[in-house]
């Protein structure tokens, strides 16, 4: 006990830091790492530095420190992407990061601020990380994420929720999402940190009958979430699907995903993955967003086609898509659209586009 005192402590001197450290501690339950145990004790951590705060400034710069953290550790991948081109120094990418994230913090820091007001001008709970805090701080916090999802056409990337989500072969505590939905997962999330507050906070004072109560519930509470989270979810009933479908990953290296001399390469390759298993399946097929480098739609420049599409000719190229996955298929890949004015092509359009199995493009999504 006297140790945690000592820690909480220092904790309380260093503030600032301590947020920091938080937010990069929080970003280690997502994946690959999927620590997630480290994500609802850092947001405790958040929580209790928020509920301490003497003011409102200083709960939201606990926030934004967090966010600061939390953001630049989990958009790493963004800096990583810079080092598949060669316009720019590939260090760039770490200052996008940092800029983005310097950005993204103000959505916690809402979230701290939110609380905090909250619980100075609603609430009677003056506690350090009470009940009332911790619930009014996960509100905020759904607030902010939903904010942040649309705001300045929204960067919805990466919903703390997700930490939340088991392995491949189970749900964990996911499993609620059709009923709370993502927000809620969140929220969800950062009430799980909540508790643990209130469980470490109970331990630590209080008579000994109550600490060894808090203790036990806390030790069961965890076996419960841990086993949501690990195990097979075999308590679930199986269920089959109506509909068939057939999911595609190539495998194809970023370094050589925009080289045309490889393009057929890549076509065969995913072709080979995608012929249906018997003649006649009804299905859907899925191939990746980066799946067809081949302009599909009619109507573009011809020296477009000539550089970019199979034969140069893109109802060729929609037709031999069309049998790859058979007449009674129907397909699902991220294309690339351009935007034509007066003959030149201005600008250009990620796409999810459907195509038949006679090779029409039956709708799309830009």
Known sequence: MDAFRALSDRVAAHPNWCALLLGVIAACGFQPLALWPLTIIAVAGLVALAAK???????ALAGWLFGVGHFALGNNWIATAFTYQAEMPAWLGWIAVILLSLFLAVYPALATTGAWLIRRYGSKDAGSGGIAFGLAFAGCWILSEWVRSWLFTGFAWNPL???LLGGF???G???VAPWIGTYGLSGLAV???VLLLALVQAIMAGPMRRRLLAGTAGIAAACALIAIMVLPASYLPPQTGGIAY???QPDVRQENLDNPALFETHFLKTARLTVPRKAGQQRVVFWPESGIPDYLRDGYPKYLYRQMTYAGDPALARQRIGKVI???GLLLTGTVDLVM???DDIAARNSVTAIDGRGSIVASYS
């Open 169 to 171: 072969d189970t749900q």
């Open 173 to 175: 505590v996911a499993l």
């Open 326 to 328: 058979g007449l009674h």
């Open 246 to 248: 057939t999911l595609v």
């Open 191 to 193: 009430i799980l940190s």
């Open 53 to 59: 705060a003497a003011t409102w400034k200083k709960a």
């Open 341 to 343: 004015h007066k003959g």
């Open 161 to 163: 929720g997700m930490i």
